[in-house]
Nanobody, 113 residues
Framework: QVQLVESGGGLVQAGGSLLLSCGAS????????IDWYRQAPGKQREWVAG???????NYADSVKGRFAISRDNASKTVYLQMVSLKPEDTAVYYC???????WGQGTRVTVSS
């Protein structure tokens, strides 16, 4: 059973940066494709970014140019570097291995204006 654990959330001022991490553990033959989602208060969960097993990346239009997703297969970790943060980026961020139906517990990001 694969587990995903997010970390790196916190409180930051608008314009600031945060680096989120998603670590995979448990039975896995390597790090699968990973997606980051977020859910703001009172809103539906939305897809933010994804990275394939081979490293291909995709981003939601709302974060393109500000967020960067990357992976370290050796440590089974996927990162989400977030810069130029805006108050509307405030949400709980989740990583997910969709192919395995696995989600992390989430890490909260709060961007103050």
């Amino acid at each position: 059973q694969v587990q995903l654990v997010e970390s790196g959330g916190g409180l930051v001022q608008a314009g600031g940066s945060l680096l989120l991490s998603c670590g995979a553990s448990g039975s896995t033959f390597g790090l699968p494709a990973i997606d980051w989602y977020r859910q703001a208060p009172g809103k539906q969960r939305e897809w933010v970014a994804g990275i394939s097993r081979l490293g291909s990346t995709n981003y939601a239009d709302s974060v393109k140019g500000r967020f960067a997703i990357s992976r370290d297969n050796a440590s089974k970790t996927v990162y989400l570097q977030m810069v130029s943060l805006k108050p509307e980026d405030t949400a709980v961020y989740y990583c997910s291995a969709q192919s395995l139906g696995v989600w992390g517990q989430g890490t909260r990001v709060t961007v103050s204006s």
